[in-house]
């Protein structure tokens, strides 16, 4: 079931929802110049519930050490941390990552789950609204959608790569069936049940198919959808991780979900 919600003025949440465990995994490679800034948006908010899990795969750059000492500034007023690293030993890509650190936030309590680029593409300030959306709707998955009602794009990308990412969209969407206009998108908020009905185990996606994998998961096992408008900014510091080989898992992954689905009727 799909459904998109409105932008609305922005308000504060309730004290039991800015309350609720949520646990943002962030997946760093080579992301030094970008984690001070992530962190300090991040802890800024007005969510006392939020921690940051970020997700080294051991980058030559030294970003899982910057990840540390930024780790011990932040703690709640009784010492608990906000903010904690783990450290993987290998780049073998951002689905794996992100289902290790998705799956290290649920069995340490957290309610609610959101994937977030380290590179300042997804804004934070939209946090809030996908949490109170979960919250109000009973929603296991929350999209910050580009592409419904209201959702930008960068003015940093050129009409080539606005066309590409729509039809990667409409590609995955049409071959798939489903209804999710930002099916490949990366800014998503999961609730805890969701992601154990899926089991992360199980997912096979290595790169950012991961995306299009876990939410076509979602609606299979009956999970409410919404989509929230978001504003995508490009990058400005560090550069892109889309190699061909992940751009080819990509084209070739909504056509291997399809048969397996197929083949479970």
Do not use: C
């Amino acid at each position: 079931m799909t459904g998109e919600h409105q932008t609305t003025p922005a308000v504060a949440l309730p004290d039991a929802w800015a309350s609720t465990p949520l646990t943002v995994v962030m997946p760093t490679y080579n992301e030094a110049g970008n984690v001070p800034a992530m962190a300090e948006l991040l802890m800024g908010l007005e969510i006392p519930g939020l921690r940051l899990l970020v997700v080294d795969d051991s980058s030559p750059d030294g970003t899982g050490e910057i990840a540390e000492k930024l780790a011990e500034r932040y703690v709640t007023a009784d010492g608990r941390p906000r903010m904690s690293v783990m450290h993987r030993t290998a780049k073998d890509g951002l689905g794996r990552a992100y289902a290790a650190g998705m799956g290290k936030a649920v069995q340490d309590g957290a309610r609610y789950v959101l994937q977030m680029d380290a590179d300042g593409s997804h804004p934070g300030a939209k946090i809030a609204e996908m949490l109170g959306v979960a919250l109000s709707t009973g929603a296991g998955l929350v999209v910050g959608s580009r592409y419904v009602p209201g959702g930008t794009l960068s003015d940093a990308w050129g009409t080539h790569r606005k066309l590409l990412s729509r039809w990667a969209n409409a590609y995955a969407s049409t071959i798939l069936g489903t209804r999710v206009r930002d099916i490949t998108g990366g800014f998503n908020l999961w609730s805890a049940d969701a992601l154990r009905a899926i089991d992360l185990a199980s997912v096979g996606s290595a790169g950012y198919s991961f995306q299009v994998e876990m939410k076509y998961a979602a609606l299979r096992r009956g999970f409410q959808v919404m989509e929230v408008p978001i504003h995508f900014e490009d990058r400005t510091v560090g550069e892109s991780k889309m190699s061909l080989a992940v751009q080819l898992e990509s084209i070739a992954m909504p056509w291997k979900l399809r048969a397996r689905s197929v083949g479970r009727r």
